[in-house]
C-alpha cells in the first residue's frame, strides 16, 4: 500500500514553460487536493476533487488546472510557469468528507527562474 | 485574520524538556489535525480529534471545543523531534477538507 505517491520530488523551470505534478493515490479515496505551501503562509488550497470527473476551485487557482479522469489520479498542471508559483507542492487525499486521516504525498519543491 | 492560529512560531527547547505547542481557532469545526513535518520532507498525520485527549507514545493531544483550543505536548523532547508541526481544522460542511495554521518551528538541542 503506497498511500500517495507524487512526483517529481525537484523541479525547477524557466519563466514560461508548463509542466504537470503528478498525484496517484491507492487507498480509493474520494477527496484529493492540492497545495502550495509558502514560508509563513501555511499550507494554501489550490484546486481539489471530490471525486473522479469533479474539481474545484480553492483559494489561489490561478495559473493552474487540475483533472480527475479516474478515481487514483489528480494531475496538477502548471499553463505558463512564473516565478509567483515558486513553492513546495502537496498532493493530500481523504475517503471522504466525515472526519477521517489526511494522507499527503512527499512533496514537490518547484523553483521557476 | 486567520481561523487558524499556532503559537509560538517557533521554538528551541533543550533535549528532555516538555513541550507545548497551542492552536486556536476562530470557526465552528468538526475535526483537528496535527501535523508533522520533518525538514525536506513530507507530511504526516499525528492525531485527528475532534473532542478530549489523545496521546501515542511520547505525544499527546489535547482539544478544548468551547475555547476553541488545542493543544499538543511532546515529554522528554528529543533531536529527532525536530520539525515543524502544523494544525489543522476541518470545518463541517466544507468541502476544501482543511484549513491550515501556519505551523510551528521546533528545534530539540542534544
Known amino acids: 500500500n503506497a498511500g500517495v505517491t507524487q512526483t517529481p520530488k525537484f523541479q525547477v523551470l524557466k519563466t514560461g514553460q508548463s509542466m504537470t505534478l503528478q498525484c496517484a493515490q491507492d487507498m480509493n479515496h474520494e477527496y484529493m487536493s492540492w497545495y502550495r505551501q509558502d514560508p509563513g503562509m501555511g499550507l494554501r488550497l489550490i484546486h481539489y476533487?471530490?471525486?473522479?470527473?469533479?474539481?474545484d476551485q480553492g483559494e489561489v487557482p490561478n495559473g493552474y488546472n487540475v483533472s480527475r479522469s479516474t478515481t487514483e489520479d489528480f494531475p496538477l498542471r502548471l499553463l505558463s510557469a512564473a516565478p509567483s508559483q515558486t513553492s513546495v507542492y502537496f498532493c493530500a487525499s481523504t475517503m471522504g468528507q466525515g472526519n477521517t486521516e489526511a494522507f499527503f504525498g512527499q512533496g514537490t519543491r518547484l523553483t521557476v527562474v | 485574520k486567520n481561523e487558524v492560529e499556532q503559537s509560538p512560531q517557533n521554538l528551541t527547547a533543550q533535549e528532555g524538556e516538555f513541550i507545548t505547542i497551542n492552536c486556536s481557532y476562530s470557526v465552528g469545526i468538526s475535526a483537528l489535525h496535527w501535523l508533522q513535518q520533518h525538514p525536506g520532507g513530507g507530511i504526516v498525520s499525528l492525531f485527528m480529534l475532534s473532542s478530549g485527549k489523545k496521546k501515542h507514545g511520547r505525544l499527546i493531544a489535547t482539544i478544548n471545543i468551547q475555547e476553541k483550543h488545542s493543544s499538543l505536548h511532546i515529554t522528554a523532547s528529543h533531536p529527532r523531534d525536530s520539525a515543524v508541526y502544523i494544525c489543522?481544522?476541518?470545518?463541517?460542511?466544507?468541502?476544501?477538507?482543511?484549513?491550515f495554521g501556519s505551523g510551528t518551528q521546533l528545534t530539540v538541542l542534544p
Open positions: 476533487s471530490v471525486g473522479a470527473g469533479i474539481t
Open positions: 489543522a481544522v476541518r470545518i463541517p460542511g466544507s468541502a476544501r477538507q482543511l484549513t
